[in-house]
């Protein structure tokens, strides 16, 4: 056994509470077994030099409230991005990503509303704000896409979520 193994057999109740004193219930044992899973299969020699020099846990302890706060972290965009309550400001993009268990919400209904909107607008604005918001793009990949200059694109999404906005009550 490795340095990394002792150690996730001997800390895993350690790296559990610290898990949900952290994140919660709903999400400690998910923490936990993806920590444990990247300690584990990882090839590099970071994590084994901590662990020999006993500052393993502080690592850990650290990595843990990062993916608690963070909104960058693989963990939130995992398990916490969902669960989350999705608001027009939330990108809609993610919205034909979501697991089936939120198709149950009205999204659909909320997408044809918005869907109908764009047709009152110019026809040029309206389908990039399709393009960006439904089809995953960011403006740097519809730039790239479309050879469409930036800053027409931002302008072009800009008008029509502000449309979009001023014609539909955002709950706040």
């Known amino acids: 056994m490795n340095c990394i193994e002792c150690f996730v057999r001997d800390f895993y109740d350690d790296i559990k509470k610290i898990c949900l004193a ?11 077994h993806d920590i444990i899973l990247v300690l584990l299969t990882r090839e590099d ?36 991005r969902w669960a989350e309550n999705v608001t027009f400001e939330y990108p809609m993009n993610a919205v034909g990503n979501l697991p089936d268990t939120f198709q149950e919400m009205n999204y659909k209904e909320q997408l044809a509303e918005i869907e109908k909107l764009l047709e009152d607008i110019y026809w ?49």
């Not at 952290?22 to 936990?32: S, W």
């Not at 990062?66 to 909104?71: I, T």
């Not at 449309?163 to 709950?171: G, L, M």
């Open 22 to 32: 952290q994140v919660g219930e709903k999400y400690a044992e998910d923490l936990t």
């Open 124 to 172: 040029f604005e309206a389908e990039l704000f399709k393009i960006y918001y439904l089809h995953n793009h960011s403006i740097n990949t519809l730039t790239n896409a479309t050879g469409i200059s930036r800053k027409t694109i931002q302008i072009s999404i800009k008008k029509a979520k502000d449309y979009i906005e001023e014609k539909i009550k955002r709950p706040r």
């Open 45 to 80: 020699d970071k994590y084994s030099g901590m662990c020999e020099r006993n500052e393993l846990l502080w690592y850990l302890i650290r990595w843990i409230k990062l993916c608690h706060y963070s909104k960058t972290t693989r963990f939130y965009y995992k398990y916490k």
